[in-house]
């Protein structure tokens, strides 16, 4: 059972779909899951990921605890320093301050997704030439900000860089590393862009 | 946090039939950029949650004749890409450009702007928005450098919403929606001192959610936000100000001050001062000025009586194209 | 030749594809997870706690008690209780359905208020050289100041904590911690059973700065939470708010300095009054006047106050930023008052200090980096508009050297290298510069060599601290690497029909001195090794520092800002770094450790504080939000210069880690007074302690700033 349903005349309780992706049933009323567990499902770097959850969980616990997908760091836990940071449907966003149960019917991509099927993407050997890590808890973060920076601005200025890594931050001061990663990392991808013809939008 | 129940409302009136009587019965979850750590601290801990980010009449940006509709679901990447916010509401681009993480844009929403709490780190702690204790205020004999200068009453926290100003400088309304009824509020009325430690700082209440924002066909508008950090960081104070002019001279202006009060505070005093003449260094200064000349600071921030002054000076220059 | 080259860091791929899995990613099979109830009062006695409800709640596989009734704490965020659940949101449900009783007790949390501190300031010593009063009074020109540098918080990325797997009579603990080889004895002694019950891995670990020795309270709890649970793993980490508040905090300063001297920029006396607090039990004095020790004329006396605030812990250069603060502050002030450059003031000062000939050519490559002799004015001669530009000048020295460690290299029959070290790498590069010490011996590239760092079972490393661990590591790594490859030329040598001592290893060969013609390559060499592997052990012992380490560095930087002195906002242009470490092993990790140290302490110029609350004993912006760190665009350009010079070089390896992390502080203050033409006395130098300081503290309302 994990759905009570709400609505105008909810009183009574209903019987919940078998998943959260469901969403109402056929007298308006919406369902409500939990606070009991609920089976979800995430689509995570292009496969579906299946686990139970209460509503409370956040995507970032979810990925790390239930998917082992621990480069998202948990870190000020409060939508504010970009470690956890993830793309979803292709935009940054901070992954500690997402629910799970929110996050379904969505693309989640994880710096897992940038090194998949043997592949490694440009921004990963960029960080690593300009030494943008130290001890490296940010970088994953720092990463995917780059990411999703990039596909959206694919020839930036370096002031543009700034700006659109402002919801990052990195203690042990690997910001100049950083700065230059992602300029290069951006030549990388418009060289290989313009190789295949494709854009990375 | 405390576990919740997920509703995940396809259609207003789905929302509005789960939502509550009080809000420890149920909340709306847009973003959740504040709600989430508000839950994660237990500063709320609402029983169940409407998810209203897939309602499609809470989407949408769309020019009127009288001016520009927002949904409130719309999020301030949305905003910021609009091309008419951009061109003819330089105000509400700024403010929204001055929320500098772009996560926080790409999640955070035009409705949960204005519904955010306040970042009073009493109120965080679970002191309750008047941050009171044993009948006394603790913002007074405490740490106070980020509070109010324009307190009300007890209210000394200063509104969080980046939103709040502007919209009350561009005349703006906002649509509030229950079950039973609509109603439209203008955007200073939205803003309410709490009276009591348990009350929000917001007219909406409990079983309405916000659908919409109306803006009326703007003067020339400016916002101008003091804030230490260009990483994300909350301003220390803001002016917004929306000028109609004649030829070089204002016909009407609008002063708004923010973070500074429990609500936006409208300097209406320093917008008259305005009126009939042409904005300058001068001028500009003035008003900044009068803008400040009722602020009442705490023990640790006079200092921001300084930069609600020069904030007002700068968004003023700004609005009129004068170069300081 | 490897050294001196600017390498990639050889774990870069893994940290940054997410791949690198540091102590708070470890997930274990039917793992739990732990959560920490603490105290809300600042100063409190327990009168009662009840676990019962709380005990009986979903997923609760143990609770543990630590302060018990009867119990007194001494600072709010102190733990009470420690809980272990299925789940880390069931662990926080038991965490708050336990019951306590505190009877609440007067605290005192603000000590840069010392006239409030009454019994809590405590006498911490006193030191008279010479006659600074006489100075004083008869002095061409003198200053007096006041200065103060708040209480910071280590802020690691990745919080304090464990995973802890107690089976049997074997622990498996993996910890974030800066000393692999030694934290598992903590523990073990914590726990009262034998240390070499404890195996210890930690591949990475998400930054310590000094705060990350013990095994802690958090550590043992782990381990009886794992115990008691008949053996499941049990992952407790502190979150943010307990990370800030419990975890670690660099002590305070706060000083009232008199400087006096010459005209002609000689100092004469220096007189302080100084207190602190690194906590509870106070706060030592920061080593004033720093650098410039050898002033005739001394008065010292400081007073250590007690608070009730979570503890100090080594903080990257332990009192160094205090100390170069206060001293380089008062010293530019008194520059100031006689109307003479700073920096030269301080080359005219230089036979005070341990090194002048070091400093003066660091001072004037700064100044040229920083184009000082353009950019410079005299205070407050900053020109029209309301962005006035400043520079900053202040300097640095450290000890740091080579702690004992120790290094196994195995040079297997088919070729490959094995490097073994019970080191870690806090994110400074260890793993990298082991390496390329070891490829540099052997005439191989740095990517022929497997190192295996992190873990207790491999030659003993120190804990890293204090800007040793390279200068121990690289040295140990040469010695092993030396003698493993000795061996391997005995056993060459009858091939190339040359004796071992003639022999050498370059470019993948091992061949005859100076005779290309007559080598074999490496892997062929090997072939010759046998059925086991050549193994050379090696060990750097700071008491017998024969190697690649000695110690001792100075550097200097300057800072170049803009202030908007109508919102006292102040922006980062730029700041230059000439920084000696001794020899440079890595220049690109070293260069990165050295921005790494401005940056940390651009945060700490201008924005970092921990802010108690009188009212409620609290430690408010225990968060990141208002507990502020400079992000990508704050920091300005970073221009770093490491003084590589045949005399540093002949030194060897020394360390970094600190060094850098020193005077960025003081140089930004100076730029800003530059700048302004007013001291800030109070650092972090955010819009309220600009203004308060151009303006006053009221901030005068009739008149307008604007």
């Not at chain 2, 509401?89 to 926080?104: F, K, R």
């Not at chain 3, 700073?342 to 660091?362: D, H, S």
């Not at chain 3, 962005?387 to 004992?404: C, E, F, P, Q």
């Not at chain 3, 200068?471 to 005995?490: H, I, Y």
């Amino acid at each position: 059972m994990q759905g009570v349903g709400v609505g105008s005349a909810a009183t009574g309780l209903l019987v919940g779909p078998e998943s959260a992706e469901a969403q109402s049933n056929s007298q308006g009323n919406v369902a409500a899951f939990g606070p009991a567990a609920v089976p979800i499902t995430l689509q995570v770097n292009g496969r579906p990921l299946k686990t139970s959850i209460e509503p409370r969980e956040t995507l970032l616990d979810t990925l790390r605890n239930k998917f082992d997908l621990t480069g998202a760091k948990r870190v000020c836990d409060r939508g504010t320093c970009g470690a956890c940071t993830v793309l979803i449907d292709g935009k940054v966003q901070y992954s500690c301050t997402v629910f799970a149960i929110d996050a379904q019917n969505k693309q989640i991509a994880t710096i897992e997704s940038l090194t998949a099927n043997g592949k490694m993407h440009p921004i990963v050997p960029a960080f690593v030439n300009n030494d943008a890590q130290q001890c490296g808890y940010c970088t994953p973060g720092f990463v995917m900000a780059a990411k999703g920076f990039l596909d959206r601005n694919p020839n930036p200025t370096y002031d543009q860089v700034k700006d659109g890594l402002g919801g990052n931050l990195c203690r042990c001061g690997t910001y100049v590393g950083v700065r230059k990663a992602v300029l290069e990392a951006a030549k990388a991808l418009r060289a290989a862009n313009t190789l295949s013809g494709v854009t990375n939008a | 946090m405390n576990n919740f129940a997920y509703v995940n409302a396809t259609t207003l009136s789905q929302a509005t039939a789960a939502l509550g009587k009080n809000w420890s019965e149920a909340m709306v979850l847009a973003g959740g950029t504040d709600l989430i750590g508000l839950m994660k601290d237990y500063v709320m801990s609402p029983q169940r949650l409407v998810n209203i980010k897939g309602i499609k009449e809470l989407q949408g940006i769309s020019k009127t004749s009288k001016g520009l509709q927002i949904g409130a679901a719309v999020t301030f990447d949305a905003l910021a890409a609009n091309a008419t916010v951009r061109q003819m509401y330089p105000s509400l681009y700024e403010a929204v450009m001055g929320v500098t993480s772009p996560q926080i844009r790409n999640m955070g929403t035009v409705g949960g702007d204005l519904c955010q709490r306040p970042r009073c780190w009493y109120f965080r702690l679970g002191h309750g928005v008047l941050a009171m204790k044993d009948g006394k205020s603790l913002v007074d004999g405490g740490e106070n450098k980020y509070h109010a200068i324009f307190p009300k009453g007890n209210a000394k926290f200063v509104s969080a919403s980046s939103l709040g100003p502007v919209l009350v400088a561009l005349g703006a309304t906002i649509q509030l929606q229950s079950s039973a009824s609509t109603r439209e509020v203008p955007a200073a009325d939205f803003f309410v001192a709490p009276a009591s430690n348990e009350a929000r700082e917001i007219a909406l209440q409990p079983n309405e959610l916000v659908v919409s924002i109306n803006l009326p066909n703007p003067g020339k508008n400016a916002t101008y936000e003091v804030r230490q950090k260009d990483a994300l960081d909350w301003p220390l104070a803001t002016a917004s100000v929306n000028l109609t002019m004649k030829g070089n001279t204002v016909e009407a202006a609008k002063i708004v001050l923010g973070h500074v009060g429990p609500v936006p505070v409208d300097a209406s005093a320093a917008a008259k001062s305005l009126v009939g003449k042409p904005i300058s260094e001068a001028t500009a200064m003035a008003a900044g000025e009068a803008a400040v000349a009722g602020a009442q600071p705490l023990s640790q921030n006079a200092y921001k009586i300084q930069l609600a002054r020069v904030a007002v000076k700068r968004a003023l220059l700004a609005a009129a194209g004068v170069k300081a | 030749m490897v050294l001196g080259k600017r390498i990639n860091r050889l774990d870069g791929i893994p940290k940054s594809s997410g791949k690198a899995k540091y102590p708070s990613d470890v997930n274990r099979p039917g793992m739990l997870f732990g959560s920490i109830l603490t105290c809300p009062h600042a100063h409190a006695k327990v009168k009662s706690i009840d676990t019962t409800e709380a005990a009986k709640l979903p997923g609760v596989a143990g609770i543990r008690v630590t302060s018990p009734a009867g119990a007194e704490i001494q600072w709010a965020g102190a733990e009470v209780a420690w809980i272990a659940a299925d789940t880390e949101q069931h662990a926080i449900d038991a965490m708050r359905a336990i019951r306590v009783e505190y009877e609440v007790l007067p605290h005192f949390v603000k000590e840069e208020r010392r006239a409030e501190a009454g019994p809590r300031a405590r006498p911490a010593g006193e030191q008279l050289t010479g006659d600074p009063d006489d100075d004083y009074s008869k002095a061409e020109a003198k200053i007096a100041g006041y200065y103060a540098i708040p209480v910071l918080t280590h802020c690691c990325l990745e919080p304090h904590g464990a995973v802890v797997e107690w089976k049997g009579d074997k622990i498996e603990y993996w910890p974030s911690s800066q000393g692999v080889s030694v934290v598992g004895g903590d523990l073990a002694q914590q726990l009262g059973i034998p240390a070499s019950q404890i195996h210890v891995s930690m591949d990475y670990m998400g930054g310590g700065f000094g705060s990350k020795f013990p095994s802690d309270l958090w550590g043992r709890e782990a381990a009886q939470l794992s115990k008691g649970s008949g053996g499941r793993a049990v992952k407790m980490f502190l979150d943010r708010a307990s990370e800030l508040t419990i975890a670690g905090v660099r002590p305070s300063a706060y000083a009232n300095i008199k400087v006096a001297g010459k005209k002609d920029g000689t100092i004469t006396s220096w007189q302080s009054e100084s207190w602190a607090t690194g906590g509870f039990t106070g706060g030592g004095m920061p080593p004033i006047p720093y650098i410039f020790t050898n002033i005739p004329n001394k008065k010292l006396n400081h007073t250590a106050v007690s608070v009730n605030a979570g503890g100090a812990r080594a903080w990257r250069a332990p009192n160094h930023q205090q100390a170069c603060f206060l001293t380089f502050s008062a010293i530019e002030d008194f520059a100031a008052e006689i109307g003479m450059d700073p920096a030269e003031v301080l080359i005219k000062n230089l036979g005070y200090t341990a090194r002048a000939p070091l400093y003066e050519r660091q001072i004037r490559k700064a100044q040229e980096m920083a184009n000082w002799k353009q950019l410079w004015h005299k205070r407050g001669d900053s020109g029209r508009g309301p962005v006035k530009r400043g520079l900053g000048i202040a300097l640095s020295t450290w000890g740091g050297g080579g702690n004992l460690a120790e290094c196994r290299i195995k040079i297997h029959p088919d070729g490959s290298v094995e490097l073994e070290q019970g080191t870690q790498d806090l994110g400074v590069g260890t793993r990298t510069v082991v390496t390329m010490v070891a490829a540099e011996t052997f005439g191989l590239k740095v990517t022929d060599i497997t190192t295996k760092i992190g873990d207790n079972a491999y030659p003993f490393g120190s804990p890293s601290g204090g800007s040793t661990t390279v200068g121990g590591v690289t040295s140990s790594t040469r010695k092993a690497a030396v003698n493993a490859l000795d061996e391997l030329f005995q056993k060459v040598a009858p091939a190339l029909d040359a004796p071992a001592d003639q022999l050498e290893a370059v470019g993948g060969k091992i061949q005859v001195k100076g005779n290309p013609a007559k080598s074999i390559t490496w892997k062929q060499a090997c072939a010759k090794i046998g059925t086991s592997p050549i193994v050379g052990n090696g060990r750097h012992d700071p008491k017998n520092p024969m190697g690649l380490a000695s110690q001792g560095v100075g550097g200097v930087q300057i800072a170049d800002v803009s202030v908007d002195i109508e919102t006292g906002v102040v922006k980062m242009n730029k700041m230059v770094a000439v920084q000696d470490c001794g020899l440079v092993v890595n220049e690109k990790t070293a260069e990165s450790q050295v921005f790494g140290g401005i940056i940390m302490n651009i945060c700490g110029a201008l924005m970092e504080e921990r802010v108690m609350d009188q009212m409620t004993g609290r430690f408010l912006n225990a968060d990141m939000e208002f507990y502020k760190l400079a992000g990508i665009k704050d920091i300005g350009e970073i221009e770093v210069h490491m003084d590589v010079h045949p005399d540093n070089d002949k030194r060897g390896v020394i360390g970094l880690g600190e060094p850098c992390a020193i005077s960025t502080i003081a140089a930004i203050g100076n730029a800003v007074a530059n700048a302004i033409g007013v001291r800030v006395p109070r650092v972090p130098l955010s819009p309220d302690h600009v203004l308060t300081a151009l303006y006053g503290e009221k901030m005068d309302q009739n008149r307008s700033r604007a």
